[in-house]
């Protein structure tokens, strides 16, 4: 049987890597996007290229209509899921609680929580072998946000993530005797673009200096911890939070 990943917000960053590892461990490859036809259709030919299966596939995954059809369209063209990342997320900005914007506010957690949410009730309903189905894995991708709490940048953002880390604790107990698990991974500072799109262009550079590894991460280092959450290879492992934050 082939190993299928729905790898959600994988035109960019984490998603990205983590769709390229994945199509180069022999994983057909679904490609979720939100505005970047062109890059996803990138990490979809690279995949391709490597010798692998790959799709694109446009989805807000904030709205329940997109998440539906995404879903239908991954088993259509590949067959039954069998891992999911939910990694589409955004931080909304730096604000102070002060000032936060409650339009803002509702955009970060219905795309950090309702997403995932939504997301993980499709891949349950999938995999669970209640249903039928053969058990998977799913990968939540939270931030140590949650636990440093985002104080003076974006404690709307951290709180998105604790909920996160909640989302993947309850549902690995809820799930563990119908064949799936869930885990996160909570990266620390990692180089993609999320720092620019918050208006911070030159944050891993400040920052990385109270980093104990005194360096940011990249997006190839959380998608090798987050394709062993996935694997075999943690066939034991469920409900776990695994930081990837250079020591933070
Ligand atoms: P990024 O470079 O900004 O990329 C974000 C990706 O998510 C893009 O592919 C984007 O698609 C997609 N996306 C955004 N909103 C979406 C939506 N509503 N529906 C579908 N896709 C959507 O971000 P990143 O740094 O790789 O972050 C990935 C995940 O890691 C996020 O959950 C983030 O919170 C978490 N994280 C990142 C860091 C870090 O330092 N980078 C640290 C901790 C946690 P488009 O390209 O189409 O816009």
């Not at 939540?140 to 909920?163: D, F, L, P, Q």
């Not at 500072?189 to 360096?215: C, Q, S, W, Y």
């Not at 959450?229 to 933070?248: C, D, H, K, N, Q």
């Amino acid at each position: 049987m082939t190993n299928v990943v729905l790898v959600t917000g994988a035109s960019r960053g984490i998603g990205a890597a983590t769709a390229r590892l994945a199509g180069a461990r022999g994983y057909a490859v679904c490609v979720n996007y939100l505005a970047s036809p062109d890059a996803a259709k990138a990490v979809a030919r690279h995949v391709e290229e490597a010798g692998g299966k790959a799709m694109t596939f446009q989805a807000d995954t904030a709205s329940e209509d997109d998440v539906v059809r995404m879903f239908a369209a991954v088993d259509e063209r590949f067959g039954p899921l069998t891992a999911l990342v939910n990694n589409a997320g955004i931080t909304g900005g730096a604000h102070a609680v002060a000032d936060v914007d409650c339009e803002m506010l509702r955009r970060v957690f219905d795309v950090n929580v309702v997403g995932c949410f939504l997301c993980a009730r499709e891949a349950v309903r999938r995999m669970s072998t209640k249903n039928g189905g053969a058990g998977g894995a799913i990968v939540n991708v939270s931030s140590m946000a949650s636990r440093i709490g985002g104080a003076g940048e974006w404690v709307h953002y951290g709180a998105s993530k604790g909920a996160v880390d909640t989302l993947t604790i309850g549902l690995a107990r809820e799930v563990a005797d119908q064949g799936i698990r869930v885990n996160a991974v909570s990266p620390g500072l990692i180089d993609t673009d999320i720092h620019a799109a918050a208006g911070f262009p030159d944050r891993l550079e400040k920052l990385a200096p109270n980093v104990p590894m005194k360096r940011g991460g990249s997006p190839e280092e959380v998608a090798e911890t987050v394709l062993w959450l996935m694997s075999e290879a943690a066939s034991y492992v469920t409900g776990v939070i695994v930081p990837v934050s250079g020591g933070r």
